[in-house]
């Protein structure tokens, strides 16, 4: 059944005024690195969010607001094969309640305390995590996500590819989600944040 509410992919944000740099080396070394913020018992994690992408803009005017500074760099996976990958949704529950977890499973936890004096509430980011240093990404498996054209050009510019592209490609973007990029040889599927398709829920892609 067809859901706009929910999506079969995940999406994993870079952040912070180096989002970008970060970008382009997860596109160089087809690599996401994992990291212990926010995670209890500092377990390595990658951290992904499965709202949907006509909703993601939502998701980064949140993090605005809370001063984590998603930027709309990203990477799109499908769900079930992070879930082969191990990666589970986590866990919203009082910092008591994660204390009783068995310290393995201590990585799923979030705080959320919506009574509280200062009430805790990151359901919003709809988070998925998997336990590991980092995980391995290419065409077959990934899709690239990019706030809107200038900021694509800039990515093909970065590559060195910006020659490479059509000249109309950029006055085409409104028709054209998703689209392709050549960059450093291997064809990208890539999406851009600022115009997603009315009504989207899922891609027409065939991601492994």
């Known amino acids: 059944m067809s859901r706009i509410d929910i999506s079969n992919y995940l999406v994993h944000f870079t952040k912070g005024q180096s989002a970008f740099d970060n970008f382009r080396s997860i596109i160089n070394q087809k690599t996401l690195i994992g990291g212990t913020g926010f995670i209890k018992g500092k377990q390595e994690c990658i951290c992904f969010t499965e709202a949907p992408l006509h909703a993601l803009q939502d998701i980064l005017d949140q993090s605005d607001a809370h001063s984590f500074r998603y930027a709309p760099f990203g990477i799109i996976i499908k ?119 009315n009504g989207w829920s899922g891609l027409d892609v065939d991601l492994e």
């Open 79 to 197: 769900k079930d094969w992070l879930f082969k990958q191990g990666g589970r949704p986590v866990i919203y529950q009082t910092k008591e309640e994660g204390d009783k977890l068995p310290a393995e499973l201590w990585w799923r936890h979030v705080t959320y305390d919506p009574i509280a004096d200062n009430p805790v509430d990151f359901t919003w980011e709809r988070e998925w995590r998997v336990k590991t240093d980092k995980l391995e990404i290419c065409p077959d498996n990934a899709i690239l996500v990019v706030p809107g054209v200038d900021e694509l050009r800039g990515v093909c510019e970065a590559h060195d590819i910006a020659d490479s592209i059509p000249d109309d490609l950029f006055d085409r973007l409104d028709d054209t989600i998703p689209l392709n990029a050549t960059i450093d040889g291997e064809n990208w599927t890539v999406i851009l944040v600022r115009n997603p398709p």
